[in-house]
């Protein structure tokens, strides 16, 4: 048997680099050979045995021994292409849409692939990028065009997620977008209202450095959370408040991020009527502001990550993958943080769980040879 490296955990969440049988490619099948993979703050957090959506079915999995887990965001080149398998060949540079919808189920039957009850997702249900191969079915490879590297096409997922907020939201030709928080989700934000049909776009950030990026991301307002944004906020929009806000500042102090503080500023900074979304990942039982919300009639909005209810096909990573070609997005600007090897694992979930201590902003990338 054929053996191939990739990140495994143990029972016991020991996170591990081993050998584990090569992948093979069926018919409809494509295995890539991963050149660049990018983690995420959740997979991390699973992999350490934290208590986050999934980990039940991760826990179970551990009872029968090592799993491999990991990595679905990535960039690789075509390996091995199956039986019928049409427009993809040996060598070319790709990266897959990470939810396969299972194709059966009643929501599946109905083509509404977004409300799979079932759907695998690479890296976590099946094997996923942190490994030197990996296999998955045809239908979920997106080419990597010309004039993008693959640094950047490992990075396209989160850009995706931020797509998908914009489009969830229904912003129309001229609304003022709010963005919160200045990491790799409000930075994506900002671009994406930028180039999508916003008309000012503001972004309130603690970090001067974020401030700056959100500047070259096309925030046409930049507001020192620190200060009296709603001042800024009552300024900017004479006083109604943003038809949008996107909050993706919220979540675990233990991350450096917000708590709950950014989801009462989104509420009182959003105007009569208007719509916040959720970006940020809260805990289950976090409370929200209803009755604000409810007094204002806001909707309130989770979007999915990834290429959320697109994420049977693959528009939105094409879509995305031309904002990067036409150099009006450069997810390259937020990679900080790149490290050799599956070997680093630990260095890698170390910064990606760290962000702060690091000063770094996308999660870390690995670079496999
Ligand atoms: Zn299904």
Not at 190 to 212: F, M, W
Request: some cysteine.
């Amino acid at each position: 048997m054929l053996l191939v490296q990739a990140v495994v955990v143990k029972p016991g969440f020991v996170v591990d680099v081993a050998e584990v049988a090569e992948p093979v490619c069926g018919p409809g099948e494509v295995v890539i050979e991963v050149r660049r993979v990018q983690l995420s703050v959740t997979e991390c957090m699973l992999m350490a045995g934290a208590d986050v959506a999934l980990s039940d079915q991760l826990a179970r999995r551990l009872e029968d021994g090592p799993v491999q887990f990991g990595g679905h965001e990535f960039a690789g080149v075509i390996a091995e292409v199956g039986a019928d398998v049409r427009g993809l060949e040996v060598g070319q540079r790709v990266t897959a849409v990470e939810t396969l919808p299972c194709g059966t189920c009643a929501a599946c039957r109905r083509s509404w692939a977004s409300a799979c009850v079932a759907p695998a997702i690479i890296g976590f249900t099946r094997p996923g990028a942190l490994a030197e191969r990996l296999v998955v079915p045809a239908s979920a490879v997106v080419a990597v065009p010309d004039g993008v590297s693959l640094a950047a096409a490992a990075a396209i997922q989160p850009l995706a997620g931020a797509v998908h907020a914009h489009a969830a939201l229904d912003v129309r030709p001229g609304e003022s977008v709010l963005v919160l928080g200045g990491g790799v989700m409000g930075l994506l934000g900002v671009a994406v209202a930028r180039h999508g049909n916003a008309g000012l776009v503001a972004l309130s950030t603690h970090s001067p450095r974020k401030l700056e990026l959100g500047g070259r991301f096309g925030a046409d307002a930049l507001i020192d959370a620190g200060s009296d944004v709603l001042a800024a906020v009552e300024e900017l929009t004479g006083g109604i408040g943003f038809d949008v806000v996107v909050e993706t500042a919220g979540g675990s102090a233990d991350l450096g991020l917000a708590g709950l503080s950014t989801v009462e500023l989104a509420a009182q900074a959003v105007r009569r009527g208007g719509r916040i979304a959720m970006v940020s990942v809260l805990d289950a039982h976090a409370p929200l502001p209803t009755g604000l919300l409810r007094s204002k009639s806001v909707t309130l909005i989770h979007p999915r990550s990834g290429a959320g209810d697109h994420a049977c096909a693959a528009t939105v990573f094409e879509h995305c993958f031309g904002l990067v070609q036409r150099n009006l997005v450069d997810p390259e600007a937020l990679i900080t943080h790149t490290v050799q090897g599956l070997d680093a694992i630990h260095e890698a979930m170390d910064i990606t769980q760290h962000k702060s201590t690091y000063d770094a902003i996308n999660p870390a990338q690995m670079e496999l040879s």
